[in-house]
T-cell receptor, first 111, second 113 residues
Framework: GQQLNQSPQSMFIQEGEDVSMNCTSS?????WLWYKQDPGEGPVLLIA???AGELTSNGRLTAQFGITRKDSFLNISASIPSDVGIYFC???????????WGAGTKLIIKP | NAGVTQTPKFQVLKTGQSMTLQCAQD?????MYWYRQDPGMGLRLIYY???????DKGEVPNGYNVSRLNKREFSLRLESAAPSQTSVYFC????????????FGPGTRLTVL
């Protein structure tokens, strides 16, 4: 079945640093989504991408839909303490109702 | 608006016991979903309901049943709990025409001994 490989699994960074994470697939996705999960809560949608090559920003977050349609990247600039959490990529599965999820990238900010 | 609510927040079961996880949304959304989240595995879809009156299997439906009681409520039942069902369970909903923006509840942490 379709799978999304997300890397890195976790990141330890200093406040103020920029962060990059990515998601790859062996098959083509028509939509790439980036969600964030705060500790003890459900995920929340950050950015949605619908076209190959698309670059979209949401505040300090920027995401790109890869040209091959098999990958996507999320960058966070100038990280702050509230950025901690788990970031998930997701894309549509067999139907529009089914999302396939990456395993997540856990962001930890060093004190 | 409470959004998506789930009960209970925590539950411990013994192997073989049954229980029902409750989910309700007050956003008038058409579609609802049940996921499980296990460490290092992301979210996996158990069942979903595209609209009131319909339910469909997701990626990992074995050992679970669901009921879409009405437009607001979607419950998940474990008939005979197994340790492999220890997980965090999330309910989500989406409005018609926007399956990408899933609104999640706070989750139920289930342990099966």
């Amino acid at each position: 079945g379709q799978q999304l490989n997300q890397s890195p699994q976790s990141m330890f960074i200093q406040e103020g640093e920029d962060v990059s994470m990515n998601c790859t697939s062996s098959s083509i996705f028509n939509t790439w989504l980036w969600y964030k999960q705060d500790p003890g809560e459900g995920p929340v949608l950050l950015i949605a991408l619908y076209k190959a090559g698309e670059l979209t920003s949401n505040g300090r977050l920027t995401a790109q839909f890869g040209i091959t349609r098999k990958d996507s990247f999320l960058n966070i600039s100038a990280s702050i303490p509230s950025d901690v959490g788990i970031y998930f990529c997701a894309g549509h599965g067999r139907s529009n109702y089914q999302l396939i999820w990456g395993a997540g990238t856990k962001l930890i900010i060093k004190p | 608006n409470a959004g998506v609510t789930q009960t209970p927040k925590f539950q411990v079961l013994k192997t073989g016991q049954s229980m029902t996880l409750q989910c309700a949304q007050d956003m008038n959304h058409n579609s609802m979903y049940w996921y499980r989240q296990d460490p290092g595995m992301g979210l996996r879809l158990i069942y979903y309901s595209a609209s009131e009156g319909t339910t469909d299997k997701g990626e990992v439906p074995n050992g679970y049943n669901v009921s879409r009681l009405n437009k607001r409520e979607f419950s998940l039942r474990l008939e005979s709990a197994a340790p492999s069902q220890t997980s965090v369970y999330f309910c989500a909903s989406t409005k018609r025409g926007d399956a990408d923006t899933q609104y999640f509840g706070p989750g139920t942490r289930l342990t099966v001994l």
